[in-house]
């Protein structure tokens, strides 16, 4: 089922790409929260979730007045632009990864409490491990359908897939999902 | 219908609000393929909460990035910002000068010798690399703001290097550590003040980043100091002190644009002045800051209460240093840093002080913010172990009905016992993830 592109956001595009800086605020109060959840779904660092999201929508606007919406969705071509900058943020900062340490929590996790933090910090870790252990196309989708809430059709734009591939690997992702689930990780 | 179409029927269905066992028996040739998948899908999707964003960011970032962007268009990249202007003088020199920087720390930054100073400590040959390759990243970053950030991320990383030297027992270059970690907060503090002073927008925003950041160190310092032995005790409480001055000072930046507008309008008498000045000191505006987004409005309204029995617990902030002999290295940590979830509630208090202290006399900004996060400070720290002291705290506290509703704060000092245990979900135990089915079931 395609989603038609909501009429609200097509004038906020269009706005948007006239230059209207308050358009392109009201978009990103809308999607922003998709995309960070995406982001960090992908990061170990909060912060750098926050960083990147505002980049990705910097990118965003920058690169506005190529976007054309017949075809590709805005959160398609949104999420796009995401990946690649999930990417350059891999490429960037593989080299400075650092452990975890009790005293980068409340950082990592700013203005919460030391044990809001830690719940938080561990509810995350599990995550990441669990998503970590699977294929790289699974995860995606899964993010993408699940926690930023993309449709089959979005997620199938932003993978640059067709949508009957992206049911089926929504279909293995979580059987592979579920099976570690139960066996743990590595069995997949 | 492939199960594949069912499938992906039946999750759109789920978005739709409709349950799975609906689903189940609207497919029961399906139903034992179908149930394991959608259960796995319901738990995953619920693991949006753990991904959300912190309350309050995408508004703040809003503003950021429209400001960013209705800014003209100039600089956008370091290389751009580097030959935008070549051609003018002594600023093309500099920009050459910025280039060989660049290029030399592109050779140096690939480089072993770099590679392996990431690790080094104060006193170790290859610590003033570290230094010089994180002054050099300084200089490159031409954005204020982010620059800003670098100096909270060098001085968290000389806490770091700090709780190291701790452990290897080399108390002698703790000193290196301390200088280098006051620094970085007196940098911090400078950029603030320019930041806040060119971008009122972002004031309260990048002073909460700022005092947030600095809390959560002093309180790790803290923790250092009540587990260091004497020797190294002066340094690692002069850092302390340095990050809860910077707290005090970031507040009163963050405070500073909106005390313009009263004394203009009233007309320009003593007396205003004497009242903003009430405002700042108290450290109840630092902890404002603190805890915005950690809890939620309802425990605000209970803070004021304690308000009354501040001073009379506020000195067993001493019972940091009982605890030194006893608790081992954890422990205290958690302790410790119980301190800003205190400070949370403040976070209305702080949005409503300017507008009493303006028109009001100072009085009644005294009452409204004094220092809260204190009184739940002992608690924490004083009497891990037993729930009793909560008893003994409320007594006082008793002549205000929600004191009751209070109690439940001391279920946060006993998460250091349990961090361990990850969390309480209820849920199947078996399996390495214990907080998988929280959702499903």
Same mark, same amino acid.
């Given at each position: 089922?395609?989603?038609?592109?909501?009429?609200?956001?097509?004038?906020?595009?269009?706005?948007?790409?006239?230059?209207?800086?308050?358009?392109?605020?009201?978009?990103?109060?809308?999607? @922003?929260?998709?995309?960070?959840?995406?982001?960090?779904?992908?990061?170990?660092?909060?912060?750098?979730?926050?960083?990147?999201?505002?980049?990705?929508?910097?990118?965003?606007?920058?690169?506005?007045?190529?976007?054309?919406?017949?075809?590709?969705?805005?959160?398609?071509?949104?999420?796009?632009?995401?990946?690649?900058?999930?990417?350059?943020?891999?490429?960037?900062?593989?080299?400075?990864? @650092?452990?975890?340490?009790?005293?980068?929590?409340?950082?990592?996790?700013?203005?919460?409490?030391?044990?809001?933090?830690?719940?938080?910090?561990?509810?995350?870790?599990?995550?990441?491990?669990?998503?970590?252990?699977?294929?790289?196309?699974?995860?995606?989708?899964?993010?993408?359908?699940?926690?930023?809430?993309?449709?089959?059709?979005?997620? @199938?734009?932003?993978?640059?897939?067709?949508?009957?591939?992206?049911?089926?690997?929504?279909?293995?992702?979580?059987?592979?999902l579920r099976s570690m689930m139960e066996s743990g990780?590595?069995e997949? | 219908?492939?199960? &594949? &179409?069912?499938?992906?029927?039946?999750?759109?269905?789920? &978005?739709?609000?409709?349950?799975?066992?609906?689903?189940?028996?609207?497919?029961?040739?399906?139903?034992?393929?179908?149930?394991p998948?959608?259960?796995s899908?319901?738990?995953?999707?619920?693991?949006?909460?753990?991904?959300?964003?912190?309350?309050?960011?995408?508004?703040?970032?809003?503003?950021?990035?429209?400001?960013?962007?209705?800014?003209?268009? !100039?600089?956008?990249?370091?290389?751009?910002?580097?030959?935008?202007?070549?051609?003018?003088?002594?600023?093309?020199?500099?920009?050459?000068?910025?280039?060989?920087?660049?290029?030399?720390?592109?050779?140096?930054?690939?480089?072993?010798?770099?590679?392996?100073?990431?690790?080094?400590?104060?006193?170790?040959?290859?610590?003033?690399?570290? +230094?010089? +390759?994180?002054?050099?990243?300084?200089? +490159?970053?031409?954005?204020?703001?982010?620059?800003?950030?670098?100096?909270?991320?060098?001085?968290?990383?000389?806490?770091?290097?700090?709780?190291?030297?701790?452990?290897?027992?080399?108390?002698?270059?703790?000193?290196?550590?301390?200088?280098?970690?006051?620094?970085?907060?007196?940098? !911090?503090?400078?950029?603030?003040?320019?930041?806040?002073?060119?971008?009122?927008?972002?004031?309260?925003?990048?002073?909460?980043?700022?005092?947030?950041?600095?809390?959560?160190?002093?309180?790790?310092? !803290?923790?250092?100091?009540?587990?260091?032995?004497?020797?190294?005790?002066?340094?690692?409480?002069?850092?302390?002190?340095?990050?809860?001055?910077?707290?005090?000072?970031?507040?009163?930046?963050?405070?500073?644009?909106?005390?313009?507008?009263?004394?203009?309008?009233?007309?320009?008498?003593?007396?205003?002045?004497?009242?903003?000045?009430?405002?700042?000191?108290?450290?109840?505006?630092?902890?404002?800051?603190?805890?915005?987004?950690?809890?939620?409005?309802?425990?605000?309204?209970?803070?004021?209460?304690?308000?009354?029995?501040?001073?009379?617990?506020?000195?067993?902030?001493?019972?940091?240093?009982?605890?030194?002999?006893?608790?081992?290295? +954890?422990?205290?940590?958690?302790?410790?840093?119980?301190?800003?979830?205190?400070?949370?509630?403040?976070?209305?208090?702080?949005?409503?002080?300017?507008?009493?202290?303006?028109?009001?006399?100072?009085?009644?900004?005294?009452?409204?913010?004094?220092?809260?996060?204190?009184?739940?400070?002992?608690?924490?720290?004083?009497?891990?172990?037993?729930?009793?002291?909560?008893?003994?705290?409320?007594?006082?506290?008793?002549?205000?009905?929600?004191?009751?509703?209070?109690?439940?704060?001391?279920?946060?000092?006993?998460?250091?016992? &349990?961090?361990?245990?990850?969390?309480?979900?209820?849920?199947p135990?078996p399996g390495?993830y214990?907080?998988l089915?929280?959702?499903?079931?």
């Amino acid at each position: 089922m395609a989603q038609p592109q909501p009429v609200e956001d097509i004038q906020l595009i269009q706005s948007s790409q006239k230059g209207d800086t308050q358009a392109f605020g009201k978009l990103y109060e809308r999607y @922003a929260p998709r995309v960070f959840r995406y982001l960090y779904a992908h990061l170990d660092n909060r912060l750098d979730a926050e960083d990147l999201t505002e980049d990705v929508f910097l990118r965003v606007w920058k690169s506005l007045g190529s976007y054309q919406e017949q075809g590709v969705p805005f959160l398609a071509f949104l999420f796009r632009v995401a990946r690649n900058a999930l990417i350059d943020h891999y490429r960037r900062s593989s080299k400075n990864q @650092a452990d975890t340490s009790i005293e980068d929590m409340q950082l990592r996790e700013p203005g919460t409490g030391p044990v809001e933090a830690v719940t938080a910090l561990l509810e995350h870790q599990q995550l990441r491990t669990m998503l970590t252990e699977l294929r790289e196309d699974y995860r995606t989708v899964l993010v993408l359908r699940f926690l930023s809430e993309l449709s089959p059709e979005e997620t @199938a734009h932003a993978m640059g897939r067709s949508a009957g591939a992206v049911r089926v690997l929504q279909h293995r992702a979580l059987a592979a999902l579920r099976s570690m689930m139960e066996s743990g990780p590595g069995e997949v | 219908m492939s199960f &594949d &179409d069912v499938l992906a029927v039946c999750l759109d269905a789920l &978005d739709g609000g409709q349950g799975v066992a609906e689903l189940l028996a609207r497919y029961p040739e399906h139903a034992q393929e179908l149930e394991p998948l959608l259960e796995s899908a319901v738990w995953f999707g619920g693991q949006a909460a753990v991904v959300a964003p912190r309350p309050g960011f995408v508004k703040a970032s809003r503003a950021r990035l429209v400001e960013k962007i209705a800014a003209p268009p !100039a600089a956008t990249g370091i290389w751009s910002q580097l030959f935008a202007g070549l051609g003018s003088g002594w600023r093309m020199a500099l920009q050459a000068a910025v280039v060989l920087v660049m290029l030399a720390c592109l050779v140096v930054g690939s480089s072993g010798i770099a590679y392996a100073s990431q690790n080094a400590l104060p006193g170790d040959a290859l610590y003033p690399v570290k +230094l010089g +390759l994180e002054h050099v990243e300084l200089w +490159l970053t031409l954005d204020p703001q982010a620059e800003l950030r670098l100096h909270l991320q060098f001085s968290q990383l000389r806490i770091t290097e700090m709780q190291k030297l701790l452990a290897l027992g080399r108390y002698d270059d703790l000193g290196i550590a301390t200088a280098n970690y006051q620094y970085h907060v007196s940098q !911090a503090l400078r950029l603030l003040e320019m930041l806040v002073a060119q971008y009122p927008a972002l004031a309260q925003s990048l002073t909460l980043e700022v005092v947030s950041a600095l809390n959560a160190q002093a309180d790790t310092l !803290a923790v250092l100091a009540s587990i260091a032995p004497e020797e190294a005790q002066a340094e690692l409480e002069a850092a302390e002190q340095a990050a809860r001055d910077g707290v005090q000072q970031a507040n009163e930046i963050g405070q500073a644009p909106a005390t313009p507008l009263p004394t203009d309008v009233t007309g320009g008498e003593a007396e205003p002045e004497a009242s903003l000045t009430p405002t700042l000191p108290p450290t109840a505006t630092v902890a404002s800051f603190a805890m915005p987004s950690a809890t939620p409005t309802p425990t605000l309204t209970l803070t004021p209460t304690p308000t009354q029995t501040a001073t009379q617990t506020r000195t067993p902030t001493p019972s940091r240093t009982p605890q030194q002999s006893a608790t081992a290295t +954890l422990r205290p940590n958690i302790t410790q840093t119980a301190r800003p979830s205190g400070t949370a509630a403040p976070t209305s208090t702080r949005t409503s002080q300017p507008t009493p202290t303006r028109t009001d006399q100072p009085t009644h900004t005294a009452t409204v913010p004094p220092t809260p996060t204190r009184t739940i400070q002992p608690t924490p720290t004083a009497t891990l172990p037993p729930v009793t002291p909560t008893a003994t705290n409320i007594p006082p506290t008793s002549t205000i009905p929600p004191s009751p509703t209070r109690t439940p704060k001391p279920t946060l000092t006993r998460a250091p016992t &349990d961090i361990p245990e990850p969390s309480p979900y209820p849920g199947p135990g078996p399996g390495p993830y214990p907080l998988l089915f929280r959702s499903i079931h």
